[in-house]
């Protein structure tokens, strides 16, 4: 066990025995409702929408936080240690609570690692699988952006609430799930509605990085280049790959890079400004959703906003 982890592993350790004694306390007074932490606002809003009054659902990335780069409270340590049930992206998406996560699990939390269970896309889209124990961001794992895929977010609201029946089987959560699914699947028609106007040989994407691929792959789209290398936000371009990606852009007539709110366009801008020929940069919801009245505060007006 590294230090951090060791460190972790004590934290993590004494919040679980307040956490109990706590629970204990709420169940002698007459129980209590069923407590979910999610790690990311956009799955926050998809299990919000499956238990709407049911349950209580806390986020624990705030709107604009890149899940790459989270790091959480004391505060929400205890309540992932006292929740009923942790729902969590995993396949390596939340990369600074990734040794947090897999300590309170041994440590007797429930946690549902929803990335695994949707059929995740391996970055290498040559290899038609990927090891979902990997929890690594490389071309050898799997890409954890499952949520830029509205089908792949039908199958994890129906995992999520198989979770659900597991940890109080005497709600009907099955009608939540039903309704958003069909709120899913109108999305996705709409989404495909939208695209049909574009031809297949237009539909070439370059993006800030690895984030589009579900979403490629879901409308018939191919990702031509990205400016940020892997499926991490952290990663570091080098000069010659800038350069590679404006032939590419070049070549192919790109007119847009698709950046994403969470990052500075900064690279971007530079990318757009060496092509021979105009090329905007659009800013897409992608790893957070909006804030209120952006359109975007809710995971299906992420998907029709972007």
């Not at 299990?47 to 659902?57: K, N």
């Not at 090891?131 to 050898?140: F, N, P």
């Not at 040989?201 to 990085?209: C, I, Q, Y």
Request: glycine fraction near 10%; aromatic fraction near 4%.
């Amino acid at each position: 066990m590294t230090r951090r982890a060791a460190k972790m592993f004590a934290l993590v350790s004494v919040l679980a025995l307040i956490a109990a004694a706590c629970a204990t306390t709420a169940d002698g007074e007459g129980g209590s409702r069923v407590r979910i932490v999610a790690t990311t606002n956009v799955l926050g809003d998809v299990v919000s929408q499956i238990v709407g009054d049911r349950a209580d659902v806390e986020s624990l990335m705030p709107i604009g936080v890149d899940p790459h780069e989270f790091q959480p409270s004391s505060s929400q340590v205890a309540a992932m240690a006292q929740a009923d049930l942790v729902v969590a992206n995993g396949l390596g998406l939340e990369e600074g609570i990734l040794d947090l996560l897999t300590t309170l699990e041994g440590d007797g939390a429930n946690v549902l690692w929803v990335g695994e269970l949707v059929d995740p896309l391996p970055f290498d889209r040559e290899d038609g699988s990927c090891d979902v124990s990997d929890g690594e961001m490389s071309e050898g794992g799997c890409d954890p952006h499952v949520w830029m895929d509205p089908v792949r977010v039908v199958d994890a609201s129906r995992v999520i609430g198989d979770a659900l029946e597991l940890v109080e089987p005497g709600v009907d959560w099955s009608a939540g799930v039903d309704a958003y699914v069909a709120e899913l699947e109108s999305l996705d028609t709409d989404v495909r509605d939208l695209f049909a106007v574009i031809p297949p040989a237009d539909r070439l994407l370059v993006a800030s990085h690895e984030a589009l691929g579900y979403f490629a792959t879901r409308y018939e789209f191919e990702i031509v280049g990205t400016v940020v290398p892997g499926g991490s936000t952290l990663a570091d371009p080098s000069s010659a790959q800038l350069e590679d990606l404006v032939k590419v852009i070049d070549t192919l007539g790109i007119p847009a890079i698709f950046a994403e709110s969470l990052s500075p366009t900064i690279l971007a801008e530079a990318v757009a400004d060496e092509a021979a020929h105009p090329v905007e940069v659009v800013v897409l919801y992608t790893g957070s959703l909006g804030a209120p009245g952006s359109g975007a505060d809710t995971y299906v007006g992420m998907i029709l906003t972007d």
